[in-house]
């Protein structure tokens, strides 16, 4: 051990020998000095050099913040603008208590960013969630990505990635024009985007499934009808063409715009953790549409964003009026909801038998905990001897009676 | 020829020769520590030049296989999904890293425990490893994906044959076992 400590005590040795003749002066002779006349003599060397780290890290968590500020304004900025007026949202970003605007929230030291807008025809709500890396903190990251690099399993990619996710709720609503009677049936149309399908670039197939539950549950497959960047991740292959279906025909070439910006488009109904019980499975159903990119940055990134959270918009819009006007060539039908339901009821199954597993365990551990507390209590008062006794009489007995039969 | 083997006849011959050779001497010092610097970067240009191939080809198909369990850590099968570009990159990556452990190991013996016959030990291997890897077969020396180097490769055994139980698993069925069993987005607590 002390030959790793050596060079520690090295080092600290040259540190105070930098003031060798400051220290070796006796104590009538600093008196003697004047102030200026310490200052001078004093080497100033190794304080000067804290100062400079000092100056160092303040400037790095300055830089690190106005990146990550920047970045955002320029984002929700022009994002908050394309909401309201393009996709004519009626409620963008938050107001305060005291009825001020306020176009995004950050959290967690400048490194999540979140708006909001809802108020449309078709959708509930539309959310934006931003994750940057703690530019503030160059230290921080350095010894996060070099975790990372060493145990690459322990990390969870949350942690270590910058990422965009845009999530679109449904709201199954629709009206055609401004004074236009809205339907009734919302809930009954809501509940038709019960299935998992989603386009996933190839670049992040694996990072996803991990993280998102609904995905795991899903086929991956190649198509011809995409460009070559991504992949089908769909739970039942009859689900593959929704996303193409509703869409207008420039999709496909947008999706190959994107092919280094874009991650996934998942359109679900589950959640992204896995539920533990069945009042959580409960609880986590929500359908919606989860739009997942890089961070934009560029303005080229942020024109692609935009025309992906429009054409998804977009889909909702188109899939929402089919059901409303209860048009035949529907693309959800009945076949497909009584699979995906069939397939719910499946994992539901699957997670109350896990649940039943892991209770019964625990009863059996409390069990068994009782028991030993019970046995503690008894030889605390010396019953445990009596009891023993006890046993040893009945067990003697049993044999005896035993023998009685054979003889 | 096997690279266990050979790998094991290299290492009694420099052991033969390494006892010829005085250690104690800072010219044959300086000689070792540059066929050793030079093996290392030999080797390192292989893998990334390997990589730039890689890259530039762009082989985007999709690959799926299981990987087995992990014994110690407790966890299940995965399923991985990946293209043969990623797994390309990944095997190389890893191959680099290695080196990196070695360099920093030998660092370590070399300049700080004073000790110059690992390195002399070493002076063959980086090249030798990385000429012998599969991504090097594949890629510089254009051998075809299949047969022993289709994709995933079976991780090399120390004992010949014996170890095919923790193969990774590409058959139709337990892909599609892996791909429907909803293992994701579980949150360590």
């Known amino acids: 051990m002390s030959a790793f400590l050596q060079p520690i005590i090295k080092g600290m040795d040259k540190v105070t020998a930098l003031n060798a003749k400051y220290l070796a002066l006796t104590f009538e002779e600093q008196k003697n000095m004047t102030f200026v006349e310490r200052l001078r003599f004093y080497n100033w060397t190794f304080e000067i050099f804290?100062?400079?780290?000092?100056?160092?890290?303040?400037?790095?968590?300055?830089?690190?913040?106005?990146?990550?500020?920047?970045?955002?304004?320029?984002?929700?900025?022009?994002?908050?603008?394309?909401?309201?007026?393009?996709?004519?949202?009626?409620?963008?970003?938050?107001?305060?208590g005291d009825g001020s605007k306020v176009p995004y929230i950050e959290e967690g030291q400048k490194t999540w960013y979140t708006t909001f807008a809802t108020g449309r025809s078709a959708i509930a709500?539309?959310?934006?969630?931003?994750?940057?890396f703690s530019r503030s903190n160059p230290v921080a990251m350095l010894m996060e990505s070099l975790v990372n690099l060493m145990f690459p399993s322990s990390m969870t990619v949350k942690d270590v990635s910058e990422y965009c996710e845009v999530v679109i709720k449904p709201n199954g609503t629709f009206v055609s024009s401004e004074t236009a009677k809205p339907n009734n049936d919302a809930k009954d149309v809501v509940n038709k985007f019960k299935f998992i399908t989603s386009i996933v670039n190839k670049s992040s197939m694996n990072e996803l499934r991990r993280e998102n539950y609904y995905l795991s549950l899903t086929h991956t497959s190649e198509s011809d009808k995409l460009p070559v960047e991504y992949v089908f991740m769909s739970e039942l292959n009859q689900l593959n063409g929704f996303?193409?279906?509703?869409?207008?025909?420039?999709?496909?070439?947008?999706?190959?715009?994107?092919?280094n910006f874009l991650q996934?488009?998942?359109?679900?109904?589950?959640?992204?953790?896995?539920?533990?019980?069945?009042?959580?499975?409960?609880?986590?159903?929500?359908?919606?549409?989860?739009?997942?990119?890089?961070?934009?940055?560029?303005?080229?990134?942020?024109?692609?964003?935009?025309?992906?959270?429009?054409?998804?918009?977009?889909?909702?819009?188109?899939?929402?009026?089919?059901?409303?006007?209860?048009?035949?060539?529907?693309?959800?039908?009945?076949?497909?909801?009584?699979?995906?339901?069939?397939?719910?009821?499946?994992?539901?199954?699957?997670?109350?038998?896990?649940?039943?597993?892991?209770?019964?365990?625990?009863a059996q551990e409390k069990k068994q905990e009782a028991e030993k507390e019970k046995r503690r209590q008894l030889k605390a008062t010396g019953e445990q001897e009596k009891f023993d006794q006890k046993m040893k009489e009945k067990r003697e007995r049993r044999l005896r009676n035993k023998q009685k039969v054979r003889m | 020829?096997?690279?266990?083997?050979?790998?094991?006849?290299?290492?009694?011959?420099?052991?033969?020769?390494?006892?010829?050779?005085?250690?104690?001497?800072?010219?044959?010092?300086?000689?070792?520590?540059?066929?050793?610097?030079?093996?290392?970067?030999?080797?390192?240009?292989?893998?990334?030049?390997i990589r730039q191939k890689i890259v530039a080809k762009n082989d985007l198909t999709t690959l799926k296989y299981v990987t087995p369990a992990a014994p110690m850590s407790g966890e299940g099968e995965k399923l991985e999904v990946t293209t043969v570009r990623d797994y390309d990159l990944k095997e190389v990556d890893s191959a680099i890293k290695s080196i990196y452990t070695g360099l920093a190991m030998m660092g370590f013996m070399h300049l700080y425990m004073k000790y110059t016959n690992p390195l002399f030990m070493q002076c063959i291997s980086p090249v030798k490893t990385a000429l012998e890897s599969n991504e090097v077969k594949i890629h510089l020396f254009g051998k075809p994906a299949s047969g022993d180097l289709k994709r995933p490769f079976?991780?090399?055994?120390?004992?010949?044959?014996?170890?095919?139980?923790?193969?990774?698993?590409?058959?139709?069925?337990?892909?599609?076992e892996a791909e429907r069993a909803g293992t994701g987005g579980v949150k360590a607590e």
Request: proline share 2%; charged share 25%; net charge positive.
């Open chain 1, 50 to 96: 804290a100062l400079a780290m000092l100056v160092l890290v303040f400037v790095a968590y300055k830089y690190g913040v106005i990146v990550n500020e920047n970045r955002a304004k320029k984002l929700f900025g022009s994002l908050n603008s394309f909401l309201q007026d393009d996709l004519q949202f009626a409620r963008v970003g938050f107001s305060k």
């Open chain 1, 243 to 259: 996303t193409l279906h509703y869409a207008d025909a420039g999709f496909n070439e947008l999706l190959k715009r994107a092919g």
């Open chain 2, 154 to 176: 079976k991780a090399a055994s120390m004992f010949g044959g014996f170890g095919g139980g923790n193969a990774a698993k590409t058959d139709k069925k337990s892909i599609e």
């Open chain 1, 125 to 132: 709500s539309l959310s934006v969630r931003v994750h940057m």
């Open chain 1, 264 to 362: 996934s488009i998942c359109f679900t109904d589950l959640p992204a953790n896995k539920p533990l019980t069945d009042k959580l499975w409960d609880a986590t159903q929500k359908p919606r549409a989860v739009i997942r990119t890089k961070i934009p940055v560029s303005e080229q990134d942020l024109s692609l964003l935009k025309e992906l959270v429009s054409a998804v918009v977009q889909i909702f819009d188109n899939v929402t009026r089919e059901i409303v006007q209860k048009s035949p060539q529907a693309f959800i039908n009945s076949d497909i909801l009584k699979k995906s339901n069939q397939l719910r009821t499946q994992e539901l199954a699957r997670i109350v038998k896990a649940m039943k597993q892991v209770e019964r365990e625990m």
């Open chain 2, 1 to 49: 020829m096997n690279p266990q083997i050979s790998n094991l006849a290299i290492m009694l011959v420099m052991m033969q020769l390494a006892r010829r050779i005085d250690m104690e001497d800072d010219k044959n010092i300086m000689y070792i520590r540059i066929a050793y610097g030079a093996s290392v970067a030999v080797a390192w240009l292989i893998y990334q030049l």
